[in-house]
């Protein structure tokens, strides 16, 4: 094992450790005794099952990342990047054809490793504690629309990428990220109206007291109803949510209608407000502009390591190249990624602290955002005790019972 292999596969075990210590202490964490706060919301027996549930899915995601990892090890010590590299060059079409079978090989590799525990995952975990309603047919139609899509969408973008690497020289990373850029601001644009409708079906609001609640609130923040849509979360989960996505024209808040079933009208306007609250705040785009800063920078880092032999020896492989490059530094950069997910997690944090406010102070009603919060809570069994160290690694939103302290804040400055 070469030197910058060994420090490479270090800096993953550690990653692994820190995430294997903070699951562990999230379950020493969890309390027999319902908070405070809960008294009335959670029976025993549901929050038994909720504590039952964190169990399970802690368990499961450990297995799932020790055969990953396994997985990327006998693979990467098997000579499997450079007997998939062989495989790609012996084609002879040249490094953009070659760079697109090898990291189209690859794609189809890690998604035939990740199904049998998105099968499991649907099917047992979620189907034993009541949650799932995805039929077998839907779970197939999901995975090959999802398939084809990454193909249709991301092919294209990587054959250019492996095409400006080939021939633009030493500005190359800077035209890529110009593509990448023009490419994600656009897909991220449509993907509301064009893609998304794949998957689900989105309907308007229909007629009746809701509607007209929405109506009169939507108004008053100057949010038009018109990107106000239903979806048909029920078809796949009995889990409730509700999102903002988009920006401009194509901007949409959807509301589950597993959501619109379990809540009272005033708590789901506290819902909407909330998702008025990242349009307003500009999160979505804020959180665009990041991403594509975040790619910029990876590329000119990459464009600096991509012809360096150690790289390549580190994982085994004879011939230096574009494609094999870019997944040889993603692995390389996997724990410096991790640090920065920490950061991104505590900023998307920051953002529902910001819109849980603005719901508050438009609805004038922080009492209805803290009861669908707290209905939500134990409809998705959520864990009201989290460690704070897989908060700070993993959790896009606060904890309940932080979340609910914020906005009574709010309610009584
Ligand atoms: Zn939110």
């Given at each position: 094992m070469s030197p910058a292999a060994a420090a490479i596969l270090l800096a993953l075990l550690a990653v692994?450790?820190?995430?294997?210590?903070?699951?562990?202490?999230?379950?020493?964490?969890?309390?027999?005794?319902?908070?405070?706060?809960?008294?009335?919301?959670?029976?025993?027996?549901?929050?038994?099952?909720?504590?039952?549930?964190?169990?399970?899915?802690?368990?499961?995601?450990?297995?799932?990342?020790?055969?990953?990892?396994?997985?990327?090890?006998?693979?990467?010590?098997?000579?499997?990047?450079?007997?998939?590299?062989?495989?790609?060059?012996?084609?002879?079409?040249?490094?953009?054809?070659?760079?697109?079978?090898?990291?189209?090989?690859?794609?189809?590799?890690?998604?035939?490793?990740?199904?049998?525990?998105?099968?499991?995952?649907?099917?047992?975990?979620?189907?034993?504690?009541?949650?799932?309603?995805?039929?077998?047919?839907?779970?197939?139609?999901?995975?090959?629309?999802?398939?084809?899509?990454?193909?249709?969408?991301?092919g294209p973008l990587l054959a250019a990428v492996l095409a400006i690497f080939a021939h633009a020289g030493r500005s190359a990373w800077l035209l890529c990220w110009a593509a990448v850029a023009a490419y994600t601001l656009v897909v991220q644009f449509v993907a509301p109206t064009w893609i998304m409708p794949l998957f689900h079906t989105f309907t308007p609001l229909p007629a009746g007291?809701?509607?007209?609640?929405?109506?009169?609130?939507?108004?008053?923040?100057?949010?038009?109803?018109?990107?106000?849509?239903?979806?048909?979360?029920?078809?796949?989960?009995?889990?409730?949510?509700?999102?903002?996505?988009?920006?401009?024209?194509?901007?949409?808040?959807?509301?589950?209608?597993?959501?619109?079933?379990q809540l009272a009208p005033g708590e789901l306007v506290a819902v909407l407000a909330h998702e008025v609250g990242h349009y307003v705040r500009r999160h979505v785009l804020k959180g665009t502009l990041l991403s594509i800063a975040h790619t910029g920078a990876m590329l000119w880092a990459f464009s600096l390591v991509s012809g360096r032999q150690w790289l390549y020896e580190a994982f085994l492989v004879e011939r230096a190249s574009v494609h094999a490059g870019l997944v040889l530094f993603g692995i390389l950069l996997a724990p410096a990624e991790a640090v920065l997910g920490v950061a991104l997690a505590a900023w998307s944090r920051r953002n529902e602290y910001e819109a849980d406010r603005f719901a508050a102070e438009t609805t004038g009603a922080p009492g209805e955002m803290v009861a669908a919060l707290k209905k939500l809570s134990v409809q998705n069994l959520s864990n009201l005790t989290p460690h704070p160290l897989l908060v700070a690694l993993r959790y896009s939103h606060p904890p309940l019972l932080e979340r609910i302290a914020a906005i009574r804040a709010v309610g009584n400055a």
């Amino acid at each position: 094992m070469s030197p910058a292999a060994a420090a490479i596969l270090l800096a993953l075990l550690a990653v692994r450790a820190v995430e294997i210590a903070a699951a562990l202490l999230n379950l020493r964490h969890l309390r027999p005794e319902i908070p405070a706060e809960m008294e009335g919301v959670y029976d025993r027996e549901a929050y038994e099952r909720s504590q039952e549930y964190a169990r399970a899915t802690t368990r499961a995601g450990l297995v799932r990342q020790g055969v990953d990892l396994a997985a990327l090890c006998a693979f990467w010590f098997g000579g499997g990047f450079q007997a998939l590299d062989e495989l790609a060059r012996a084609w002879g079409g040249g490094p953009v054809l070659a760079g697109l079978i090898f990291l189209g090989a690859l794609l189809l590799l890690s998604t035939l490793l990740s199904l049998p525990f998105a099968v499991h995952g649907t099917f047992v975990l979620e189907a034993r504690f009541g949650f799932n309603r995805t039929t077998p047919r839907t779970f197939v139609l999901d995975r090959l629309k999802g398939l084809a899509l990454a193909l249709a969408l991301g092919g294209p973008l990587l054959a250019a990428v492996l095409a400006i690497f080939a021939h633009a020289g030493r500005s190359a990373w800077l035209l890529c990220w110009a593509a990448v850029a023009a490419y994600t601001l656009v897909v991220q644009f449509v993907a509301p109206t064009w893609i998304m409708p794949l998957f689900h079906t989105f309907t308007p609001l229909p007629a009746g007291e809701l509607r007209e609640r929405i109506e009169r609130y939507a108004a008053s923040v100057r949010f038009s109803l018109e990107n106000v849509f239903l979806m048909d979360g029920s078809r796949r989960s009995s889990r409730s949510n509700a999102f903002f996505t988009g920006f401009g024209r194509h901007r949409r808040i959807a509301l589950f209608d597993t959501l619109v079933a379990q809540l009272a009208p005033g708590e789901l306007v506290a819902v909407l407000a909330h998702e008025v609250g990242h349009y307003v705040r500009r999160h979505v785009l804020k959180g665009t502009l990041l991403s594509i800063a975040h790619t910029g920078a990876m590329l000119w880092a990459f464009s600096l390591v991509s012809g360096r032999q150690w790289l390549y020896e580190a994982f085994l492989v004879e011939r230096a190249s574009v494609h094999a490059g870019l997944v040889l530094f993603g692995i390389l950069l996997a724990p410096a990624e991790a640090v920065l997910g920490v950061a991104l997690a505590a900023w998307s944090r920051r953002n529902e602290y910001e819109a849980d406010r603005f719901a508050a102070e438009t609805t004038g009603a922080p009492g209805e955002m803290v009861a669908a919060l707290k209905k939500l809570s134990v409809q998705n069994l959520s864990n009201l005790t989290p460690h704070p160290l897989l908060v700070a690694l993993r959790y896009s939103h606060p904890p309940l019972l932080e979340r609910i302290a914020a906005i009574r804040a709010v309610g009584n400055a």
